[in-house]
């Protein structure tokens, strides 16, 4: 049984039963799983999940395939992929829809690649495909600590453009400077739209 919505101290385990893939979907048998802003916001009661989600918390995993649904191709059990999930990351197996899984990105473990597919295909999306942003642009980042933040300033520096990020605090500006941003806006103490055309320093 559930515990009502609150702090961690509201996370606990329970035996459940394994959930079946649909016809689309596949069963992964779950190595890890990411921790984002909405597992927080879920465990608080709320968020705002698509219908049917489950209660257990995770947006995110990696490990094998367990089992697929019966059309499902191009995919077989025991591939090693990360995946998105709807909900129920946490849980020791997941059902996943096909759509929704990917393989392991080369030269990560299954480990540190649990963590990348909710913020990866965020960032791609939105600065990659719907930002169209182009090598050598200048992006200006908010929330540039955040897990969206801090993987967009370093996919921005690797395809070899500028970054300016906003943070909520001197050390969080340094944080993103160490992450490669080229300058940093301390909100509390300055509206990022007056900085001009420069100097861009923090
Ligand atoms: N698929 C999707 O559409 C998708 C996926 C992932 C995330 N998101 C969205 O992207 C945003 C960032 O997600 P994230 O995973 O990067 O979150 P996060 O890791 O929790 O980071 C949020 C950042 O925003 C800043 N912030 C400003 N005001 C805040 C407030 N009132 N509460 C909390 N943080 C605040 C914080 O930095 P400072 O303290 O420096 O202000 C923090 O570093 C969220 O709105 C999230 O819902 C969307």
Redesign the pocket.
């Known amino acids: 049984m559930s515990k009502p919505p609150g702090g961690p101290e509201g996370l606990a385990i329970h035996e459940r039963a394994i959930s079946q893939p649909s016809s689309n979907e596949v069963l992964i048998r779950v190595a890890a799983a990411g921790l984002?802003?909405?597992d927080v916001i879920q465990r608080g009661g709320r968020a705002n999940l698509p219908e049917g989600a489950s209660d257990i918390l995770g947006l995110e995993v990696s490990r094998t395939i367990a089992q697929l649904g019966s059309d499902v191709s191009g995919i077989s059990v025991g591939d090693e992929v990360v995946a998105l999930t709807d909900s129920g990351g946490y849980a020791e197996y997941v059902a996943v829809p096909a759509g929704q899984v990917a393989p392991v990105p080369p030269g990560l473990d299954l480990l540190d690649a649990a963590g990348i597919p909710?913020?990866a295909?965020?960032v791609v999306l939105n600065v990659l495909l719907n930002g169209r942003y182009q090598e050598g642009e200048t992006v200006l980042v908010h929330?540039?600590?955040?897990?969206?933040?801090a993987f967009t300033i370093q996919l921005v520096k690797a395809l070899g453009g500028t970054v300016f990020a906003?943070?909520?605090?001197a050390g969080?500006c340094a944080r993103v400077r160490s992450w490669g941003a080229d300058a940093a806006i301390n909100?509390r103490e300055e509206e990022f739209d007056q900085r001009g055309a420069g100097p861009w320093r923090c």
Do not use: L, M
Request: proline share 0%; net charge positive.
């Open positions: 984002n802003r909405t909710e913020v295909a965020t929330g540039g600590t955040g897990g969206i933040g906003t943070a909520g605090s969080k909100y």
